[in-house]
């Protein structure tokens, strides 16, 4: 049996085994933008045994309307705040957003699948 996942309207799978050799490529790199809603952030709060608005001062900054995830420099890399070089994984994996839960089939990598590609050593062609 494949351990392939695959979603309809997407032309590509994901080997979810790639993981364990990738070392976050998904969660590090150039900087970018992890989108939480209202009710993330609760649950993140509460993952982390914080109170929230201890999280969100702490782990969220603003963008427009919206908040994302901190990151922290490493070297010349943008980390997710949640990024944990020493496990080379989520530290809080359990309540991840919904944007890190649903990589690598977002929408935007229907049309950039090479980039996808280099970032990811999972994707296969179906």
Not at 62 to 72: A, C, H, M, T, W
Not at 106 to 113: A, I, M, R, S
């Amino acid at each position: 049996m494949s351990d392939l996942i695959r979603q309809d309207g997407f032309d590509y799978a994901f080997a979810p085994s790639a993981c364990e050799r990738c070392e976050g490529r998904c969660c590090t790199g150039e900087s970018g933008n992890i989108f939480v809603s209202p009710q993330e952030i609760a649950a993140l709060a509460v993952h982390l045994k914080m109170d929230e608005s201890l999280f969100r001062s702490t782990y969220l900054v603003k963008r427009g309307y919206s908040f994302s995830l901190k990151e922290q420099i490493v070297g010349m890399s943008h980390d997710c705040i949640f990024f944990d070089r020493k496990i080379n994984g989520c530290g809080v994996y359990e309540a991840r957003p919904t944007q890190c839960r649903t990589f690598p089939f977002w929408d935007y990598f229907k049309t950039h699948l090479a980039e996808l590609k280099r970032e990811c050593p999972g994707i296969t062609d179906v």
